[in-house]
């Protein structure tokens, strides 16, 4: 009998206590996952576009033809500004005369719409030359110069190669003193002449 009431005892012990244990809250959400870390994208950079040439090398094919080798150095001042200093040896092969001349020209160029040394420009220019010239008995030297100014197009090819061309006006003033059998006499002309630009360069 006392066996029994112990065992009755212990069933209603365990009972009391699983009926005190809290319910599982089955309603409420898991709280949230941390998010994954996800580092910043790189930085962009944005491609620069190469600067225009500043230094070039320039020749006209043309008067080289004719007898007038030159040679001009370019340097770009500015984003439209460049200047031009040139110096012309001349031997003309097609005159009857053994005449030679020495000269330079400085022209700056003023390029409208892109930077230079591209696009149209207008290059106002002055030029300086000796010049000796003998036929026969008779021997002639003078000295020269002009004024003016030409409007043209440079192209700019690739990274390294212009091409220009373009026309103008100039004033060209020359005078020549001969000499033949103890006589002198002057001789020149003085006037406005078209003025032609063409020209093929390297730029660097």
Not at 130 to 143: F, K
Request: glycine share 12%; hydrophobic share 40%; charged share 10%.
């Amino acid at each position: 009998m006392r066996a029994t009431t112990s065992l009755s005892s212990l069933v209603l012990f365990l009972s009391s206590v699983a009926w005190a244990q809290p319910a599982p809250m089955t309603g409420e959400e898991p709280p949230p996952a941390t998010p994954a870390y996800v580092p910043p994208p790189p930085p962009v950079v944005l491609a620069r576009e190469p600067e225009p040439p500043k230094n070039g090398l320039h020749v006209n094919p043309l008067a080289m033809a004719l007898g007038v080798f030159g040679l001009g150095y370019e340097r770009v001042l500015g984003e439209h500004v460049a200047i031009q200093l040139s110096g012309q040896y001349t031997r003309l092969w097609y005159s009857e005369s053994d005449a030679w001349g020495l000269g330079a020209e400085l022209r700056p160029y003023f390029f409208f719409f892109r930077p230079a040394p591209g696009g149209m420009y207008l290059a106002p220019f002055g030029s300086l030359a000796y010049s000796r010239a003998q036929v026969g008995s008779a021997t002639g030297e003078g000295v020269g110069w002009s004024v003016g100014a030409t409007i043209g197009y440079s192209w700019l090819i690739g990274q390294h190669v212009t091409i220009r061309a373009g026309g103008g006006v100039q004033y060209l003033s020359i005078e020549a003193e001969a000499e033949s059998d103890g006589v002198s006499a002057t001789a020149g002309y003085s006037g406005v002449m078209p003025a032609l630009d063409f020209s093929i360069g390297y730029v660097f």
